[in-house]
């Protein structure tokens, strides 16, 4: 009997109906589609304009558009995590509504909160189930609503951050299908580079910090770009060698959408043509814990059961790392 092994056997997705183009953003702040277009790659972002709806809402459209594709009942799901950095609300978990709204009633849930890398650490809890026997379906939902945390009067982070939600059914797989391999990372001292400093524990809401601008995130951009650039490519590298995996070896790169000019680096780093690079920053721009269920969705036509793929993600934290995955369906 073969090992068992974490594998993706459905993807679904959501993005709010909201385009907001450079072309608006010009209007809102200083800056240019030019300026934005030749720093980021992104063209657009899609925003939850919606009163009264959070990240669950996201997470629940993206976890109800698997269940529709699959046929998917939700009662054989054993556990939903929703990887995130923008919760409904402190103290009760965005998971636990969103499971109980799709109809997971024999789950159980909760949120896994680690900045742009979300998604790849709740990927490899899910393997961690999946691997143990003891579970058979594992929901993980990356989802965020960042409009919720920026200020729209600073042009460095406006034009960067959008809202979307990506969801992915992890099962048991004995052939040789799924996740073979990861190499997680993270470091403390990028925290005062990347950060919401206030609305926690160590500094709780009040009139002081709402006047402060302190619920907003705050990005030294170009810390994180050059920690970004080497870490994520360090992290595929160390994998790819660990795996014997060539750079023809592997079939796609899925790296967090934060910026063009990362991912290429990333790219050119481990030699991969643009072909094998999933992009779609221009039409999402940096969905947080999104960006990696999104682009999987957006090329599921395109996966081929046995592509071999490396996820990368670097974020606040700092946070990164990358997996190594066999794809096991054709769509
Ligand atoms: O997903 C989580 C991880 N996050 C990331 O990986 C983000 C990493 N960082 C970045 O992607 C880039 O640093 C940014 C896109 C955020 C910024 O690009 P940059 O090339 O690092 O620009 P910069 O912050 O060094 O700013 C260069 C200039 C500055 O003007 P001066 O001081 O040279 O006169 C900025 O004020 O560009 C100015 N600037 C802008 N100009 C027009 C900053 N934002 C804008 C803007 N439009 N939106």
Redesign the pocket.
């Known amino acids: 009997m073969g090992k068992i092994s974490a594998a993706i056997t459905a993807i679904g997705a959501y993005v709010p109906d909201f385009v907001l183009t450079n072309n608006i953003l010009e209007t809102m ?4 589609d030019e ?2 277009t030749t ?2 790659g992104i063209k657009e972002r899609r925003i939850l304009k919606e009163k009264n709806k959070g990240t669950s809402f996201l997470a629940i459209n993206a976890a109800n558009n698997l269940i529709q594709k699959t046929g998917l009942d939700p009662k054989e799901i054993d556990l939903v995590i929703v990887a995130t950095a923008t919760p409904d609300m402190q103290a009760a978990p965005t998971s636990v509504f969103v499971a109980s709204k799709i109809g997971a009633s024999n789950a159980f849930g909760y949120d896994l909160i680690a ?2 890398s979300s998604f790849l650490y709740a990927a490899s809890a899910a393997s961690g189930y999946i691997e143990s026997g003891k579970y058979k379906k594992v929901l993980v939902i990356g989802a965020d609503m960042n409009s919720s945390m920026i200020d729209y009067t600073d ?2 982070t406006c ?2 951050f959008g809202d979307g939600a990506g969801a992915v059914l992890f099962e048991p797989n004995k052939e040789g299908f799924g996740i073979q391999d990861e190499y997680l990372r993270s470091d403390g001292a990028g925290r005062e580079f ?1 950060q919401v400093p206030a609305g926690g524990s160590l500094e709780p809401a009040s009139e002081k910090t709402i006047k402060e601008k302190k619920h907003f995130v705050y ?1 030294d ?2 810390t ?2 050059k920690w ?1 650039v080497s870490n994520m490519a360090d992290v595929c590298e160390k994998l790819m060698n660990r795996n014997n995996l060539a750079n023809s070896d592997i079939d796609w790169l899925v790296a ?1 959408q ?2 063009k000019r ?1 991912i290429d680096a990333t790219a050119n780093r481990i030699k991969l043509e643009k072909e094998k690079v999933m992009m779609n920053i221009e039409r999402y721009g ?1 969905t ?1 814990s999104a960006t990696i269920p999104l682009l999987l969705n957006d090329y599921e036509d395109q996966l081929r059961k046995g592509d071999k793929l490396i996820l990368a993600a ?3 934290g700092f946070t990164w790392g990358s997996i190594y995955l066999n794809w096991a369906y054709n769509n």
Do not use: P
Not at 29 to 32: A, F, K, R
């Open positions: 702040v200083d800056t240019t300026w934005i720093r980021t900045a742009c042009r460095k034009i960067i990347l990005q951009g170009k994180v770009f970004a967090h934060a910026n990362i940096n947080t670097f974020g606040g």
